[in-house]
């Protein structure tokens, strides 16, 4: 088995064990009322030199783990349905401010309102490569399946972040 599915099995373990009551999460959320989302945990990345940022949102950790230094390392952009209607996107940009290059591991989830129940929707970014000292925007996408117009979603957060020297 190579060792980016294993990698993807363990993101999705630890996904898993996130949103069935793991307790104590640093994860952020990016709300809005453009956000929606997906009952697929089907997911697609890219990434593009960038060094723009917005105000959306972002993740903080404490501590001083790889999975902590990278969820300070990710911020959430923009979480929305595609103009198609199609897929739910999470845009964000990832800022490595230490001297060596790192593949990051970011998994998003698509939420709504607190007290109201929504299919899981997970989107992932796999092993983008960021340099050291720079940023790089990635999205993370998954299918939209729901029947409405995906107003069910609100909001995303990182659900998983770690990165290892790439």
Known sequence: MKLRHVRAIAVFGIALVALTGARGSHGASC?????HGSSSSGSSSSGSDSNSSSSSGSVSGVG???????????????????ADGKNLVAKLTITNSDSSAYLYDVTMQFKGDAGKTVDLALAQVS??????GASKSAEASTPYTGSGNGSEYTRCEVSFADRTIG
């Not at 902590?68 to 349905?81: F, G, M, N, P, Q």
């Open 64 to 82: 001083g783990s790889s999975k902590d230094r990278a969820s300070r390392d990710v911020k959430i952009d923009e979480c929305a349905l595609s």
């Open 127 to 132: 092993d983008l490569r960021v340099e050291g």
């Open 31 to 35: 709300g809005g009322g453009s956000s």
